[in-house]
């Protein structure tokens, strides 16, 4: 059964066409600057040459459907014909309250993922956008939509509750909800596999550590916190986003600096972090090699970084009252031993012993600890695409 999986951002649209047979990737790539001028798909099939298609897309049907053209292409196509495609499974960022788990995409579905927009006013519209061209391309293939939030939904309400007046979680479901949900559950089974141990007799934390970064507790095979909140902003200092800040600076900031609150969140979510930090870079590579050179604001950028990381660790082994192994994913954790040097630097207490040799290892599935380390360190390389690829499988089959 081969299925494609779509992620559309606001611009962009990333693709994988799996063969869930074998889960062999048949072809993936990226479609750039949908909407804006100089649109281009990146374009990749095992086996064949990289090719780049140089067209303009006006919206995300253009780049769909460009897409689909490419995989069935005589040349550079991976599949004959669009009817070899069984289903489609569509990353959602925000499933809301509502969606605990991966849906099968129903007209009653779109009404409350439009209903979600809201609350991911970002992200939504584009994933909504490509699930309405999909219908329209392919309208007879069934479509599985898989939330960043879904994994979250089973956090305490202890744990997601703000302490704000409480009629404003009614009214407007202000909460904390939590995302990156996909990579996080996906490295957590990988890694009980790792420890021999079952799931539910676990407690995990995961660090997805790229560009936007979170951290999860997952106990017995259960999210019960997470450092991002209601939306990405919270938690962590990432590549452009300040993490936790003191609420109070945020009016304060708007009063010194006349901003509004689009100003603001520009502010928060573009301009801050290691970026904001630095001065260097988003860029956690330009920002290590800056370090590396001299640069102070760019190795305080890093500290900074490191120091948050180790106290959400700290904090989540509280919580979950021990630790047995704590996961490193994503960009930044899958290729900086440096990183996780750096985070687990002082964890014994924990448990926690880096094997500084073990360690120097990118992208590759590997214990970092030593083998009388209590607790294990594990980096494991995410794969949000082939999880959403076997939720799709598992619900359309049902
Ligand atoms: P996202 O999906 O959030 O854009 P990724 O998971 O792709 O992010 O991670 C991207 C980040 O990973 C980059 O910004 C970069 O800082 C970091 N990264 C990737 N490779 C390396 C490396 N070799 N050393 C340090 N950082 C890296």
Redesign the pocket.
């Given at each position: 059964m081969k299925v494609l999986v779509l992620n559309c951002g606001s611009s962009s649209l990333k693709y994988q066409l799996i063969n869930m047979d074998n889960e062999e990737i048949l072809a993936k790539g990226l479609a750039e600057r949908i909407g804006i001028a100089n649109g281009l798909v990146k374009h990749e099939v095992a086996g064949k040459d990289k090719v780049i298609i140089n067209e303009n897309m006006e919206t995300h049907k253009d780049a769909i459907r460009i897409v689909l053209n490419a995989i069935v292409d005589d040349k550079h196509g991976a599949i004959k014909s669009m009817d070899e495609i069984a289903a489609v499974g569509h990353r959602v960022v925000h499933g809301g309250e509502k969606f605990t788990s991966s849906v099968v995409i129903t007209d009653e579905v779109k009404a409350t993922l439009e209903e979600c927009s809201e609350l991911a006013p970002l992200h939504n519209p584009p994933n909504l956008m490509g699930i309405e061209a999909c219908e329209e391309i392919l309208p007879n293939v069934p479509m599985v939509g898989v939330f960043d939030t879904a994994f979250h939904q089973t956090m305490p309400k202890s744990a997601y509750i703000y302490a704000l007046p409480y009629e404003l979680y009614e009214k407007y479901k202000i909460r904390k909800y939590g995302f990156h949900g996909t990579s996080h559950k996906y490295v957590v089974n990988k890694a009980a596999k790792v420890l021999g141990k079952p799931l539910e007799e676990l407690k995990i934390v995961t660090c997805h550590?790229?560009?936007?970064a979170s951290v999860a507790a997952i106990k017995h095979g259960k999210s019960i916190d997470t450092s991002m909140g209601f939306t990405p902003l919270e938690g962590l200092t990432m590549?452009t986003r300040c993490g936790d800040i003191d609420p109070a600076i945020t009016t304060f900031i708007m009063d010194k600096e006349l901003l509004d609150t689009a100003g603001l969140n520009n502010l928060m979510n573009k301009k801050s972090g290691i970026l904001g930090i630095s001065g260097v870079s988003?860029?956690?590579?330009d920002v290590?090699e800056a370090a590396d050179n001299g640069n102070e604001r760019a190795q305080l950028a890093l500290d900074v970084f490191h120091n948050r990381v180790k106290k959400y660790i700290g904090a989540y082994a509280a919580i979950m009252g021990g630790i047995d192994a704590v996961v490193f994913t994503?960009?930044?954790g899958e290729?900086?031993p440096e990183?996780r040097e750096a985070v687990c630097e002082g964890l014994e207490f924990l448990g926690i012993e880096i094997d500084k040799v073990k360690n120097k290892v990118?992208g590759k599935q590997t214990v970092v600890t030593t083998d009388d380390s209590k607790a294990k360190v594990i980096l494991i390389p995410t794969n949000e695409e082939l999880m959403i690829a076997r939720d799709t499988v598992a619900l359309v089959k049902k």
């Open positions: 550590l790229g560009n936007g590549g988003n860029d956690f590579r290590e994503a960009g930044l290729n900086s990183t990118r």
